[in-house]
């Protein structure tokens, strides 16, 4: 059965939930959804961040659902429209047993198997762009899961970055974690194009890199730009349009080889003319590779349809393996129905992506919805992404929830 998504937008967050309700009524009402909700995604723009508080009261009050999850987003996502920069909010209600979720925070960690629980697998999780060391939370929080992996990202707001997580939030991360049986398939997408090889960082201070392969780093940038010297400030929109691609020492990206989820994409903030030095978005390490890169739109493109690609691939072979095993118990006995067997989505999208990257308003979900169907989608435009066990950015981060295993 699938999930019910809505979302509106009004000036006052009162109006805008009242219109979200609605749609929610209209869609219990058909027989292909879901009948009893008992957990909630929320996103809303940071018009709307005051107001958290009463409004996870209200939601809490007029659904029927104790448990929620969520945050806020200088934009987000709902089925096939963003909201950029206006007032506007996303909900999810799904089915789960109680035994295959848990909602944790700071308040309330997360635990581990124990009678009515199965015990974490992967999990949906949010953070707060002003907690210190947020790599190092990601990769913690991905370690107490079955599958060492978890997806999600950090909230963005220009007032009050607050999470939801069966209360209103802020600091550290929070989010609901899944068992093992609830069944999920999805993957990053980044889509940006190298302009230049991989190179090996020799050496580095804090976030500048002054130099790669041995020679000085920012001529290096140059020459990946095909430009001979830095003439700022012609060459400064070039240079914000441009990405470094970071990836471990170990089995790192190389020359020749696409921009895959071993990188991690983060922006160029600045160049030390006389150090020769280039300064990024995080803190690199001596023996780490680095590809400067730069956003293309039909790169982006290619990679969202490839990951939409692989997600419906993995869930038609789920469903056809579930079809199998259930006519050897003799449950049904027709071939099992056409189209993707989605129950809901959730994408988390760097607020620098989005449809006006895509080529228009909304061509991001656009996308999404062309190649994986109709289907109830929320999202998030954040300010870091996580998949797996890392923190990424310029990324998009798609799970979709596919049919639970038979019990």
Not at 295 to 318: S, T
Not at 346 to 371: D, K, M, N, T
Request: hydrophobic share 45%; with cysteine; aromatic share 6%.
């Amino acid at each position: 059965m699938r999930f019910i998504s809505a979302h509106a937008s009004h000036t006052h967050w009162a109006t805008a939930l009242e219109r979200a309700l609605a749609q929610v009524a209209v869609a219990r009402a058909q027989p292909d959804t879901i009948a009893r909700p008992n957990l909630g995604i929320v996103y809303f723009t940071d018009a709307y961040a005051s107001a958290a508080e009463p409004l996870l009261r209200e939601l809490r009050s007029r659904t029927g659902v104790a448990h929620w999850v969520g945050g806020v987003g200088v934009g987000i996502a709902a089925d096939a429209q963003e909201y950029f920069d206006q007032p506007a909010l996303a909900l999810m209600l799904l089915q789960i047993p109680l035994r295959d979720f848990r909602v944790f925070s700071g308040l309330k960690p997360l635990q581990p198997a124990s009678s009515g629980w199965r015990g974490p697998h992967t999990a949906l999780v949010h953070g707060d762009p002003a907690t210190p060391e947020m790599d190092d939370l990601v990769r913690d929080m991905a370690g107490r899961t079955g599958a060492g992996a978890i997806f999600g990202g950090v909230v963005s707001s220009r007032t009050q970055a607050v999470q939801i997580a069966d209360d209103v939030l802020q600091g550290g991360v929070s989010g609901v974690a899944f068992s093992s049986r609830v069944a999920m398939a999805g993957g990053l997408t980044q889509g940006c194009e190298p302009v230049g090889p991989a190179r090996a960082i020799t050496r580095c201070t804090q976030n500048v890199i002054y130099a790669l392969d041995g020679a000085p780093a920012l001529s290096a940038l140059l020459d990946d730009l095909g430009e001979s010297s830095l003439e700022l400030p012609r060459l400064a929109p070039r240079l914000r349009a441009t990405l470094a691609g970071l990836s471990p020492a170990v089995g790192g990206a190389r020359s020749g080889r696409p921009i895959g989820a071993e990188t991690t994409l983060r922006h160029l903030i600045g160049v030390d003319p006389t150090g020769h030095g280039v300064a990024i978005a995080t803190v690199p390490e001596p023996g780490m590779h680095v590809r400067f890169c730069r956003r293309d739109v039909n790169a982006a493109r290619r990679d969202l349809i490839r990951l939409c690609a692989e997600v419906r691939e993995e869930l038609e072979q789920r469903r056809e393996a579930r079809w199998a095993a259930m006519q050897q118990t003799a449950r049904v006995g027709r071939p099992p129905p056409i189209g993707v067997p989605a129950r809901g989505a959730v994408y988390i999208s760097c607020a620098g992506r989005g449809g006006p990257h895509f080529g228009g308003p909304s061509a991001e979900l656009a996308l999404v919805r062309q190649h994986l169907g109709d289907m109830p989608l929320v999202g998030l435009f954040a300010a870091g992404e996580i998949a797996g066990d890392r923190l990424y950015g310029y990324t998009g981060v798609l799970t979709v929830f596919g049919e639970d295993p038979l019990m």
